[in-house]
């Protein structure tokens, strides 16, 4: 029996294992991920199996980048952006992934009219069928949106090997139109 939980301190190095794992050594860091703790624009769940962490997603609500969306964005509006979420190895196929994304999608649902999440470009990419099934829309391909994330930070990529990272990232919108 999985439940959705926000995210708290002592989830924190479970949680860091896994995007270790994830994504590459270092790509999220303590430092990183402690914001997302109680504050008023970040939002984070962990997916448990009884106590153990089985997944994680981490959110903002922010302006988007004025290159994301399909069209010219009304100025001050606030987007719900879906920036991370993995799944332990041994949980995927569950439906943990699917569930964390409903959760994010319900509970910034009152908060923003338009969400965002920038999705890894891979062949066998479970998050954008995840997406697609959920009516989100990709809007736009990115390559090498991680590069200069993956020198600064120093991660080495899961996927690609870097620094550089070389990885594409997609875009995908859900939500009204931020056209005027
Ligand atoms: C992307 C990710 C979070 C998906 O997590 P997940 O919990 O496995 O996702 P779900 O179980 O909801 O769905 C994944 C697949 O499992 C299937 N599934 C869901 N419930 C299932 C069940 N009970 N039995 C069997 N399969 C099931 C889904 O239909 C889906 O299949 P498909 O991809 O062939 O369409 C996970 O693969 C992951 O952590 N990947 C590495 C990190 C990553 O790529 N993150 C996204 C970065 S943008």
Redesign the pocket.
Known sequence: MIQIESLASTHLREVLALADG??GGNYLTREAVMPYIDHPDRAAWVALAGHSVA?FLLARLAAPDPSWPDGPVVPGVRAGILQ????APG?????????LTRHFASDLAGRCKVCF????E?DD???M??LD?AGWKPVKRLPGYWAEDSLRQGYSCAQCGGPPCTCVAVIYQSGISVNP
């Open positions: 994830a994504f997944g991370t979420i993995a799944v949980y995927m196929r569950q439906g943990i992934g699917t569930a999440s920038v999705c890894w891979r990419a479970p998050f069928r995840i099934r």
